[in-house]
């Protein structure tokens, strides 16, 4: 995993600067290794964290064996071997990177339908003049772009874009209302103007200054009717194998794999499965607290004594967030609502050594964990009563009486109710609703873009319920929130951190299986738990439910009381909302209002530091 940027459009006199800053800019993703390439109108920059084939020769930028291609490539091909012997190629390297440049000699854009992997690169044709560009089908890996003026820049981070002073740094006001309403920017827009991303499973071509961009592979369109299980048994039977090839595939590497070990169903089960194809002990670590209600130290211990890991313990103190605040806001690349836990977790983690970890990411939103789940299956047959002229006025009524968030957000709901799938996904991951994103903006008449997935198209319509939330997580909070937070804040520290769950093989099957396989009235996580059998321990799958979340009501009460106000204050003389609007959202915290979450101060707080520390203009 590594930090990869170019600037194609522009001569060497001034790129060869540019390029060296931009890589400069990323030096916490890839400590290991820095390199350049410049040549005429193309430059490449690269920063290293060495994973497989670590020697000197496996540096990138990399060049073909006849010199005409260059690439540089950010993540792992965990089947490169498999790749590799149907390759007639004069091999100078054992490393990943290799084989991705020789596929594509043989292959051209084809190859990507050979790789299995989390991954961005360009590859530079020197003789040509055109470059090659891809990401990954679920978009682990970033690729951050801006196309202006027939020049070219892109990179891994967009603070590397930023640094060439190329790019203007001034706020896009959709990716602002986005952030509010969904804490993230949707793909493929981001928070700045000028700047996008490439989609999950897209890949291009840029010849004379001209962008066509295309689609190697497509969540709805990959899901085979053909596959659905004739039975139980069947897709137990098929989830446990996809599941180990997943396992045994994110375990490729040159240095020590470690896990995520919490306790819970996902990550015990990727640790049973690396425990069954390794031959040696598995590394776990656990984050374990002083308070008796969040610790789950117990049952992690559970796993790692059945399968005999090298368990490693890392005690964590909510003071010990309050001390890391500054450089947390520095590390941020895209404000953020949630990633501060996983900044300091891998902080702690990588300060053991160890270079790659595997994570339960991805088992609630493949396996239908969480409640939303079974409210839009509830949904989809009930949801007519929820537009029904007296649960209208009910709301309403009690509204006026004692609001709350709950009833906020019924009330959103309400005013599209009947609109379909997208509607309902979009209240239930909104953190401003719309009435108080209008108060919040005025006059600036502002909408949220279009999600680059239709939920209410045909072939999202014609998966089952529980299906259709997966693929409405998959391409808006797991790609926005989880999977961006997961590689900038992990990356913060050079720590690779690998997601099983998100092998495109095995969600490309389990979004094909029935409701009935994936729900049951007493098993979290049916299908999945079924398919492990006796290798999830009873204790584990029953277990009491726990989760750990910091004190942030009570701190911004306190100990964060003036740095929040200080901040707020700041924000509310940018120009971006109305300034009352902005400064009451601050009171009614303070006084203790319902409808006001900790989450929507800390959202100004992010954004303000944000701007701050980049030198945003507003």
Known sequence: MCGISGIIGIEAAQSKSLIATMAETMHHRGPDAVGTFVEGIAAFGHVRLSIIDLSNGANQPFHSVDERYVIVFNGEIYNYEEVRVKLDYPWKTHSDTEVILAAYLKWGKACLNHFN?????????????????????????????SLIDGKFIFSSEIRSILSTGLINKTINKTGLYEYLSRIAVRTPGTIIDGVMQLLPGQCGVLKNGQLQLEYYWNIIQKIDPKNVPASFDEAKTKVKSLFFDSIKN????????????????????????????????VETFSIIFDEKEFDESEYARMIASKYKTKHTEIKLKPEMLLEELPAFFKSVDSPTVDGINTYLVSKLV???????????????????????????????????????????AAVSVLRKIKDNRALS?????????????????????????KEELDALFGKQKIKESKNWVNLDDKAVAELPALSQYSVGEITNYTLDVLIKDTDQMSMAWALEVREPFF????????????????LSEKTPKYLLVEAMGDLLPSEIVYRPKKGFSFPWDHWMRNELKTYCETAIQQLSKRGLFEEKVLLSYWERFLNR????????????????????????ES
């Not at 020590?256 to 425990?275: H, P």
């Open 117 to 145: 992997g989390m991954f961005a690169f360009a590859i530079w044709d020197r003789q040509d003049q055109t470059m090659f560009i891809a990401r990954d089908r679920i978009g682990i890996k970033p690729f951050y772009y």
């Open 503 to 518: 092998d495109y093989k095995m969600l490309e099957y389990v979004l094909g299986v029935p409701d009935q396989f994936k």
């Open 593 to 616: 209002d319902k409808t006001i979450t900790w989450s929507h101060i800390w959202a100004f707080v992010v954004l303000e530091n944000w701007i701050s520390i980049n030198g945003i």
């Open 350 to 392: 990588k300060a053991t050594g160890i270079k790659v970890v595997l994570t339960g990411l991805g088992g609630d939103e493949l396996f239908a964990g969480y409640k939303n789940f079974k409210r839009w299956s509830d949904y989809k047959k009930y949801g007519w009563l929820i537009s029904n002229p007296l649960s209208k």
């Open 250 to 281: 994110r375990m490729v590497a040159d240095v020590k794999v470690g896990a995520f070990l919490s306790g819970g169903i996902d990550s015990s089960a990727a640790v049973a499965a690396m425990a069954a194809v390794s031959d040696q002990p």
């Open 409 to 433: 957000k019924i009330h959103d709901l309400q005013q599209n109710a009947g609109s379909g799938f997208e509607s309902f996904y979009n209240n239930s991951r909104s953190i401003f609703l």
